[in-house]
């Protein structure tokens, strides 16, 4: 057997593979990821991000106020002095401006990867002094818990803004790589166009072989082949393991150099024999036009992916529901996919954040239907799949210039939605559709819908113009008042309800215009009492209290209209709105102790201690931690109270008020 150099000199010789592109820091070596969350629900999964972020590449960043909305390899950290965790103040005493009032700027060393990122605070970014206090062995930690599939979009879109910021890194423990632990979870999030969107902002003169590698599986997923193929003859010199000379005869392969395929198959054989069953099975495919066994085709990696596709041969159908990231993506993105497969992996696709709504949207329009089928879509909308229905609905609703016959049809796509438990997605999908329907008294019996889609979709302004003509329209003669007391409390947490318990300077008071946006300063008063002098929004929403709470008495389901009057309660709380004293008396009744995902007391209590301390990345870490890996109907609500407390105290309210809201949402309500 030759040599590594020998393999490598010869390798590159006869396959081209040339220079040196990219720049990655080094990281540490492969450990065990400490487990910051007691689920007492064995049986807690999530589902479910979506929208790809804005590209900034500065090393130099402003420290501003507020906050703008918007199979990985893993590193072991060592213990640090302030416990197992390594909670605390930052190791080195390092300190950065937190006033937010305040505009400094803060210099990243230019040869520092770590502090490297794509989004800006102006760009949704959570500041370049974002892990101010915080060491770098706790933060790494933090990274390494962050779910791989947060439960919603709001919490998956914290988490990508934790991992994509530009931020100064902490300057303890400089042998962690805080970049290599992003990147790592963003490969476990599935969102490989963050991974090739962030290594292409790092500096270029020492790569480092697991994040190249990371690189080149980002690209081979997101279908740039070209780019993947320039990386691997750029890398291919740099390191001698049989990842790269895979990676060579697929380029090679697609580029139909068969003769340097040969040799490069041969160096693979020699290195690591025919083990790896599955390249020689699809090497062999490609050359003679033959089919894979679909045995082999299981635990697919990136580049097993990118070679089935010069197969032409399709994913088996049974890799559909338990598929992951790479695999749905190829669902998704190859030609050889059959249609209703690919409507299916689609679905899904978007639900996990793997990828845009707008590319949902485009597979929807890709199908053919016939104008006979679309002009009857209401009449017989049923099809084999639920995505393919909602193609179907989709397509009539774009197509139709006539608005009532709009709102019908997506009437009709919610109702669906709500029934497949696809009501997010659907409401994303659709917003562009509901702009172009009037809001107007002709269409006040879609009035109900059209706020719930428009608050879904964080059109809160539109959701306004609803809500106002809903009440105008609400009667005895229609369902419109029921309706509305069950939205209350979405309606109260987005700022569309006045409850009298905010400063009017915020925007919220009854003094001031309406604060259509999530992202607006609340100051919470101090709770009121039953006998308190009330003004007339707080009667309104005494009242308003009382006839959601009577809805859910009279619900089927005792345990979850319970469960969700806990939720209400706990985040009205945690945004300063009045819970009279009677609806949390209703709940002290059995059982006292309820079962729930719980954050263990490490994590409340070092929550509690970042939030006073204006630590941002700390205090959004332990919410995603504590409450993005479970479902609306399994989160702990006081869990879910102290979470939303605590973004509001650093600043990132529009955060606190869109995970409420979606919980809210999805919880049925």
């Known amino acids: 057997m030759r040599s590594g150099t020998t393999r490598a000199c010869v390798f590159a010789c006869l396959t081209g593979l040339g220079a040196l592109m990219q720049v990655i820091p080094a990281q540490a070596q492969q450990g065990p990821v400490p487990l910051f969350l007691q689920n007492r629900n064995a049986d807690t999964q999530t589902p479910p991000q979506d929208g790809a972020p804005a590209n900034g590449t500065a090393t130099t960043a402003p ?16 213990q640090g002095p302030n416990g197992v965790f390594g909670w605390g103040n930052n190791a080195s005493g390092q300190n950065y401006p937190t006033d937010p009032d305040a505009v400094q700027t803060l210099e990243l060393n230019a040869v520092d990867a770590e502090s490297v990122g794509i989004l800006d605070r102006n760009s949704g970014g959570l500041g ?53 632990h992003r990147i790592a979870k963003l490969q476990s999030m599935g969102a490989y166009g963050d991974v090739a969107r962030l290594i292409s ?49 697929y380029c090679q392969l697609r580029a139909k150099n068969n003769s340097s395929a ?13 083990s790896d069953k599955l390249f020689f099975a699809l090497n062999k495919a490609i050359r003679t036009g033959s089919n894979v066994s679909p045995d082999l085709l299981v635990n697919l990696r990136p580049l097993d992916v990118a070679m089935l596709e010069l197969t032409k041969q399709g994913l088996p159908a049974s890799l559909l529901q338990n598929a992951d990231a790479p695999t749905l993506i190829a669902f998704v993105k190859s030609a050889n996919t059959a249609t209703d497969l690919k409507l299916e992996a689609a679905r899904l696709a978007e639900q996990q954040g793997y990828i845009t709504t707008d590319e949902l949207g485009a597979v929807y329009n890709s199908i053919t239907f016939s104008s006979v089928e679309l002009e009857g879509v209401l009449d017989d909308a049923s099809e084999q799949t639920p995505a393919r229905e909602y193609a179907k609905l989709y397509q009539a609703a ?24 696809d009501y997010g997605q659907v409401a994303r999908l659709c917003a562009p559709l509901l702009e172009d329907i009037p809001i107007n008294n002709d269409f006040a019996w879609f009035a109900t819908d059209a706020i719930a889609a428009s608050i879904y ?14 009440k105008a329209s609400a009667n005895a003669g229609n369902s419109i008042e029921s309706r509305l007391i069950v939205l209350y409390p979405a309606l109260v947490l987005s700022g569309l309800e006045d409850t009298g318990t905010t400063d009017g300077a915020a925007g919220n008071g009854p003094d001031s215009a309406p604060n259509y946006g999530l992202g607006g300063a609340v100051k919470p008063t101090p709770p009121m009492t039953e006998n308190a002098p009330t003004s007339q929004a707080q009667a309104r929403h005494r009242a308003r209290m009382d006839e959601w709470a009577e809805q859910q008495m009279a619900r089927d389901d005792q345990v979850e209209a319970r469960h969700d009057a806990e939720q209400v309660y706990s985040l009205f709380a945690a945004f300063g709105i009045e819970v009279p004293e009677k609806f949390w008396d209703s709940l002290l009744v059995q059982p006292y102790v309820v079962s729930g995902a719980v954050p ?26 504590a409450n993005g890996g479970i479902g609306a109907d399994l989160q702990n609500p006081v869990s879910l109270g102290q979470s939303v407390n605590a973004l509001n105290m650093v600043g990132l309210d529009g955060d606190a008020r869109r995970i409420a809201v979606e919980i809210i949402m999805e919880s049925g309500l």
Request: net charge negative; hydrophobic share 45%; aromatic share 4%.
């Open 457 to 470: 979709s964080n059109d809160l302004e539109r959701a306004g113009g609803w809500l106002a003509q809903a």
């Open 63 to 78: 420290v501003q106020g507020g906050e703008t909305s918007g199979g990985a390899t893993g590193t072991s950290i060592p």
């Open 600 to 625: 263990n007391a490490g994590v409340v209590h070092t929550l509690a201690q970042a939030a006073r301390a204006n630590q941002r990345a700390t205090v959004a870490s332990l919410v995603v931690i």
């Open 398 to 421: 774009a197509k139709s210039d006539v608005p009532a016959a709009r709102a019908e049809i997506l009437a009709h796509m919610y109702d669906n939605a709500r029934n497949n438990g």
């Open 262 to 274: 040969s040799f490069s198959t041969d160096l693979v054989r020699e290195v690591e024999g025919e």
């Open 128 to 180: 370049v002094d974002m892990w101010s206090g915080t060491s770098r062995l706790t933060a790494a930690r933090l990274i390494d818990a962050l779910p791989d599939h947060p439960a919603n979009h709001a919490m998956r879109n914290l988490e990508r803004r934790i991992l994509l910021s530009i931020a100064a890194a902490p300057a303890d423990h400089k042998d962690i790589s805080l970049l290599a």
């Open 201 to 249: 902002v790092t500096s270029r003169n020492q790569p480092e072989a697991e994040l190249a590698q990371a690189e080149i599986n980002a690209l081979l997923v997101t279908g740039q082949l070209d780019d993947a193929c320039a990386a691997i003859d750029g890398y291919g010199t740099q390191f001698d393991t049989s990842f790269w000379l895979k990676a060579a005869v």
